[in-house]
């Protein structure tokens, strides 16, 4: 399957040729709050402190791995921690109300809905994981440029940093 995603600018690539190539534009949707934060589950500290901008990879974490989420009752439920528990995986929420401290998750589930999952209707949920996994994994993680990376992808980004 081949991903071809662009940002095009009023009158800078004619309709007709887009329709030629089989190119659509994709349209955002309205934005709807969905996290639900009003429970009782406990809400795990905040880890990453915005500490976002860093030179290489895995520099603003502890040593291990951290899992950073909204408070959203699916990842405080007792279910989800002690998976994250089973598996070593340190637990990370934001403060409340302030989408900021996950700005970078939101942005990555923001680009998989308007470039994969938006218009899209599977048959099957192992239809969706496949084609979940397949863009995740082959197009946005070896073949997706990056601004934010240097217009590299996030592979080619940890190969260069790797020393």
Same mark, same amino acid.
């Given at each position: 399957m081949k991903y071809v995603f662009m940002r095009v600018h009023r009158g800078a690539f004619p309709v007709s040729l @887009?329709?030629? +190539?089989?190119?659509? /534009? $994709?349209?955002? $949707? $309205?934005?709807?709050? @969905?996290? +639900? /934060?009003v429970h009782s589950y406990p809400i795990a500290e905040n880890q990453l402190q915005r500490q976002f901008d860093v030179s290489k990879p895995n520099q603003c974490l502890k040593s291990g791995l951290i899992h950073h989420s909204d408070r959203g009752?699916?990842?405080? /439920? +007792?279910?989800?921690?002690?998976?994250? $528990?089973?598996?070593?995986?340190?637990c990370s929420m934001s403060r409340k109300g302030n989408c900021w401290d996950n700005a970078v998750a939101e942005s990555f589930f923001h680009t998989l809905k308007v470039e994969l999952i938006q218009g899209n209707i599977y048959d099957?949920?192992?239809?969706?994981?496949?084609d979940i996994f397949d863009y995740i994994e082959i197009f946005y993680n070896r073949q997706r440029r990056h601004f934010?990376?240097?217009?590299? /992808?996030?592979?080619?980004?940890?190969?260069? +940093?790797?020393?």
């Open positions: @887009m329709c030629q +190539n089989g190119i659509v /534009s $994709k349209h955002k $949707k $309205k934005f709807r709050v @969905m996290t +639900n /934060s009752v699916q990842y405080a /439920s +007792n279910e989800f921690r002690g998976l994250l $528990k089973a598996h070593a995986i340190q099957t949920r192992q239809e969706a994981k496949t934010y990376l240097g217009y590299l /992808s996030p592979v080619d980004f940890e190969k260069k +940093n790797a020393a």
